[in-house]
Structure formats: structure tokens, C-alpha cells
T-cell receptor, first 117, second 112 residues
């Protein structure tokens, strides 16, 4: 157990709908990263939040957005869902660069399985 | 784009044998990490090796890093059924904050 929790565990939506996924980071961690993992692939970096600010973004369209709250928990929002958005969404928390300049060990939650029909 | 690439894509071995997986990457890194994932669940961090290290051990795991060849290997000795999982290498990009980039993984199956 990493101490990182995600909700919900499974979700089914239809094309065009919007979804919000949630992540609670490990105690003491101020950085949350989100990843999308399609079946049979490695996780793809979506974006990262450090102290409530976006701190880098992968190759995902603007309909993927996020938030980080003062307690460092985070949300991933996806608008106008497409079939290809079906995937396992993983969040990972870490201490962040300033406290941990060369070690970016990330602790992953169990993921949310999103199915878009 | 994929930074790391694992080899082989899939590996089946008998319980008790050693399993070796390789990872190649493209750019300079600060460190490289190996993760395990069971059946599409969350990833478990196994080991981190820094760019100035050549070898690291953790229990039955041995990781090597060759920065001149931009490659790493993960050796699991005396494999067990519970080692059946997907294994991913993940690299950061030097001077690109602390984001990490995953490869596609090696699917390891331990036969009883």
C-alpha cells in the first residue's frame, strides 16, 4: 500500500460526457502526476501539479484539465469524452523537486478504470 | 514519444529460473526507475538507480545501468509465481523537471 488513493475504481461513461477522477496523495507529498495507461501500453504522462500549480504537461489536448487543492489532493477532468479515452488513469504523488532534487520516486495509486461507450 | 523501451516484450520462464529484462532510452537522464504492475493495477516502485551508479541490489533484484549505451537491465533471481507481472522502466529527462517517462513494459510470466 502506497497511501495514495483514487476514486472511483471503475467508471463507465458515454461519448461526449464529462468525467472527474480524484486522487489523494501520500501524506507529506506536495506533487501529483497523472498518467493515462491504455491496454497493453506503458503509462503516458498527462500533467503534473506542484503546490496547486500545473508544473508540466504531456501531449494531451486541453479537454484534459486538472486541479490540485491546498491539501495536495487532485482532480483530473476530461470533457467531451472520446472512445479512445478508455484507459486506466493513474495518479502518483511525490515530494517534488525542491525537497528531492534528484530522486523523483513516485508512489502510485491503484488507478481508475474508465470505459467510454 | 516513448523515452524508454523494454526488451523483450514478453517473457515466460520456469519458477526458480532467473529473469532478465532490458531497457533502452534516448536522452541523458538523472536516474532510471523500475516498476512492477500486476494485472492492470497501480504500479509498485521497485528500485531507482542514479546516473552515477552502475549497479544496485534490492533483495532478489539486481539493476545495472550503462549510461554510455543508454541502457539498463533488471535481473530477478530465483523467480516465483508471484513475480508474474508487467515490468516498466521509467526515466526522467535531465533538466526537464521531475516528470518521468515510461516504456511499454515487459510482460513476465512465471510457469509453475
Amino acid at each position: 500500500e502506497t497511501g495514495v488513493t483514487q476514486s472511483p475504481t471503475h467508471l463507465i461513461k458515454t461519448r461526449g460526457q464529462q468525467v472527474t477522477l480524484r486522487c489523494s496523495s501520500q501524506s507529506g507529498h506536495n506533487t501529483v502526476s497523472w498518467y493515462q495507461q491504455a491496454l497493453g501500453q506503458g503509462p503516458q504522462f498527462i500533467f503534473q501539479y506542484y503546490r496547486e500549480e500545473e508544473n508540466g504537461r504531456g501531449n494531451f489536448p486541453p479537454r484534459f484539465s486538472g486541479l490540485q487543492f491546498p491539501n495536495y489532493s487532485s482532480e483530473l477532468n476530461v470533457n467531451a469524452l472520446e472512445l479512445d479515452d478508455s484507459a486506466l488513469y493513474l495518479c502518483a504523488s511525490s515530494l517534488g523537486l525542491i525537497l528531492n532534487p534528484r530522486d523523483n520516486e513516485q508512489f502510485f495509486g491503484p488507478g481508475t478504470r474508465l470505459t467510454v461507450l | 514519444s516513448q523515452q524508454g523501451e523494454e526488451d523483450p516484450q514478453a517473457l515466460s520462464i520456469q519458477e526458480g529460473e532467473n529473469a532478465t529484462m532490458n531497457c533502452s532510452y534516448k536522452t541523458s537522464i538523472n536516474n532510471l526507475q523500475w516498476y512492477r504492475q500486476n494485472s492492470g493495477r497501480g504500479l509498485v516502485h521497485l528500485i531507482l538507480i542514479r546516473s552515477n551508479e552502475r549497479e544496485k541490489h534490492s533483495g532478489r533484484l539486481r539493476v545495472t545501468l550503462d549510461t554510455s549505451k543508454k541502457s539498463s537491465s533488471l535481473l530477478i533471481t530465483a523467480s516465483r509465481a508471484a513475480d508474474t507481472a508487467s515490468y516498466f522502466c521509467a526515466t526522467d529527462w535531465m533538466n526537464r523537471d521531475d516528470k518521468i517517462i515510461f516504456g511499454k513494459g515487459t510482460r513476465l510470466h512465471i510457469l509453475p
